[in-house]
């Protein structure tokens, strides 16, 4: 399933504060390398990982909702499996999140419809750093 083009820009133009469900701490893996790149950008990065205290210089939450209490989230970005998808979605839009991404391997359209009802842009299946690399090159 291909994401509606439209969502992409302007989660990549309007959500500068990125909660990474399933960032690890270990360099080799893509979700850091992902995170790595966007920080890089300028986009804040809130990790989202039980077993981690901080990744990437900044701290690390156990879950959106514990995030939340601290840090105000614009974009949920996934590394998870697609079958743990649907309860982050509610996660993200219990927050207030304003997008959802699920990056290459992943999506599910039940999680994605719902997260669209409520209101926010949904990107499935497609690498947010490809993504934002291509939005630059193509961007005034």
Not at 74 to 82: G, H, S
Not at 125 to 137: P, T
Request: proline fraction near 7%; hydrophobic fraction near 40%; aromatic fraction near 6%.
């Amino acid at each position: 399933m291909s994401p509606e083009p439209l969502d992409i820009h302007p989660c990549l133009q309007h959500c500068r504060t990125i909660a990474v469900v399933g960032l690890s701490p270990k360099p080799h893996r893509d979700s850091y390398r992902v995170s790595q790149y966007m920080q890089a950008q300028g986009y804040r990065i809130i990790p989202i990982n039980p077993l981690a205290k901080e990744v990437l210089g900044e701290r690390a939450y156990a879950s959106l909702s514990e995030a939340a209490q601290h840090e105000r989230i614009e974009m949920v970005n996934c590394f998870r499996n697609a079958q743990d998808i649907p309860p982050i979605a509610e996660e993200a839009i219990a927050v207030g999140a304003q997008s959802l991404w699920l990056q290459v391997g992943i999506s599910h359209a039940d999680a994605a419809a719902l997260a669209r009802q409520a209101g926010l842009w949904v990107v499935q299946n497609r690498c947010l750093m490809v993504e934002h690399a291509r939005w630059v090159r193509h961007s005034p």
